[in-house]
C-alpha cells in the first residue's frame, strides 16, 4: 500500500515522497506530525519537517521553504537574505531529504 504526504501550502519542493508500507496487513501508520523552524533571522529559508511514525518505520522528510517577504523583516530581505534573487532560483530546487 501506498501512503501520500500532503504538503504544506507553502512547500514547493518536488518530489512529494510516497511512503511504501511493506504489507498493509502488518505494517500500519501510528502517527504524523508535520513543523516549522524559522531558524535564524539572518536565513532566508526555513526548514518544513514531517515526522511519520509506522508500526515499524520512523520517516523524516525536512525541506526548505523561502522565508515570506513582509515589512518587518524588509532589511534582512535586502540585505542577507538577498530575497530578490529568489525568482532566479526556483523554491522546488531546495534542499529536500526523506530518510528513515
Known amino acids: 500500500a ?41 536565513q532566508g529559508t526555513y526548514t518544513n519537517t514531517d515526522i511519520i511514525v509506522t508500526s515499524g518505520r520512523i520517516f523524516f522528510w525536512n525541506r526548505a521553504t523561502y522565508k515570506k517577504f513582509d515589512c518587518m523583516s524588509l532589511p534582512c530581505y535586502c540585505f542577507a537574505w538577498a530575497g530578490c534573487l529568489n525568482r532566479f532560483f526556483p523554491g522546488r530546487n531546495l534542499a529536500n531529504k526523506l530518510s528513515f
Open 2 to 42: 501506498m501512503w501520500t504526504i500532503v504538503p504544506n501550502t507553502d512547500d514547493v519542493v518536488e518530489p512529494i515522497p510516497h511512503i511504501y508500507l511493506m504489507d498493509p496487513a502488518k505494517e500500519k501508520i501510528i502517527f504524523h506530525l508535520t513543523f516549522k523552524d524559522l531558524g535564524s533571522a539572518f
